[in-house]
């Protein structure tokens, strides 16, 4: 293996959290319209041999609408919109289930998780969906992440995986994104058509020259729902979100144990890591709709990377709701940081000075002791 090679097997070694991106050719045979139940169980076993270095996994599949066309006799057909969205419905559940087949005689629990390019995009539904990946992986289990074509119209719809798998990276704060593809990566031109196309093992950085050898050259390549230029946009959300992004082949058995054994991949490299780059996200790109005071006793903890209790919060201005991002300040006046409220400005003026322990006696409900988790604030 070459220094970049061991690298990057290294970082798949030791990451915390692994998105992995499956494309409809890959999951369902396109002769049968039926899962490739031989392939999944072979990735099952990979999937198992990386939860057990301590891993987490989150799997982001297509292939609802392709097992929905057989099973509503569609196949073969050009499908209007309610049609593709009548075939999500129908394949949906066939499509967990087969995860579920697959990995449940390690001892896995599948999650079916349904998003919509809304619930990524917005601050609030974002928040809420990461808390929730984020449950499901401390609980052991493997979320399924889908786009939910069953409501998303042209309109709302990210309309490819990769994105969609990108952003799940960044809501997961995960440390590497693989994109298993029809194709080992980024060549210079198209390797199918111009036998002079050079395989690009890293890209550091992502120029304009590369973005466009996604649109033009690598356009058929990865020929799943945008090519290779969804993937480039992918690479950009995730390695800004702190995450290296591969792109290899997946048609072959087991692919993230031939990823480890050198074979060909295109590794995007991150530009941060993601705590990092989600701290950065959260001081830099947010305009915070609210403020609060805090005392000495609760400054010290955050300088510890503890999370903002409501008892060591002394006053709250502006109408913020939870989800919404506000500024902290100390009891000069002085802003020492931001973070993303887990109560809205009403609520949290009833709990501020208050003991974790009593926020459900004083609003009837609890969204968890902490005013601002450690994870979602960041100090100046």
Not at 11 to 18: D, H, I, P, W, Y
Not at 54 to 63: E, R
Not at 90 to 118: F, H, I, K, N, W
Not at 147 to 168: C, F, Q, W
Request: proline share 3%; with cysteine; net charge neutral.
């Amino acid at each position: 293996m070459s220094s970049s090679d061991t690298y990057f097997s290294d970082a798949l070694k030791t990451a915390k959290c692994v998105v992995i991106k499956i494309g409809s050719a890959l999951l369902v045979n396109q002769d049968t319209g039926e899962v490739n139940r031989g392939w999944l169980a072979a990735l099952a076993v990979d999937i198992d041999t990386v939860r057990k270095r301590g891993t987490k996994i989150i799997i982001v599949s297509s292939g609802a609408i392709a097992l929905g066309r057989s099973r509503l006799g569609l196949r073969g057909q050009t499908l209007n919109l309610q049609q593709k969205q009548a075939c999500a419905a129908a394949g949906q559940a066939q499509l967990t289930q087969s995860y579920e087949d697959v990995l449940s005689p390690y001892g896995y629990v599948t999650a079916q998780t349904l998003l919509t390019a809304p619930d990524t995009e917005d601050r609030r539904r974002w928040l809420n969906g990461r808390r929730t990946l984020n449950t499901l992986l401390d609980l052991g289990a493997v979320p399924i992440v889908n786009e939910n074509d069953t409501v998303s119209t042209n309109e709302i719809r990210y309309g490819d995986n990769d994105r969609l798998a990108a952003r799940v990276a960044q809501m997961a704060d995960a440390d590497i994104l693989v994109l298993l593809s029809d194709i080992d990566g980024l060549y210079t031109a198209d390797p199918r058509t111009d036998p002079g196309a050079k395989h690009i093992p890293v890209i550091e950085t992502i120029t304009p020259q590369i973005e466009a050898m996604g649109g033009g050259v690598n356009a058929a390549a990865g020929v799943g729902t945008g090519g290779m230029a969804t993937k480039i946009a992918a690479a950009r959300i995730a390695v800004w979100a702190g995450c290296h992004m591969a792109v290899t082949r997946g048609d072959a058995f087991s692919p993230l144990s031939a990823m480890l054994s050198g074979a060909k991949t295109s590794w995007f490299k991150a530009q941060a890591d993601p705590k990092t780059a989600r701290k950065q996200w959260i001081l830099g790109t947010i305009n915070p709709t609210g403020k609060i005071t805090i005392d000495a006793g609760a400054e010290g903890a955050l300088r510890r990377s503890k999370s903002l209790l409501p008892a060591g919060v002394t006053a709250i201005e502006g109408a913020f709701e939870k989800g919404d991002a506000i500024s902290i300040h100390d009891q000069t006046g002085r802003q020492i940081g931001g973070g993303i409220t887990a109560y809205g400005a009403d609520d949290a003026r009833l709990i501020a000075g208050k003991n974790s322990g009593d926020i459900k006696e004083y609003l009837g409900y609890t969204a968890g002791a902490a005013l601002i988790h450690a994870d979602d604030l960041a100090l100046l």
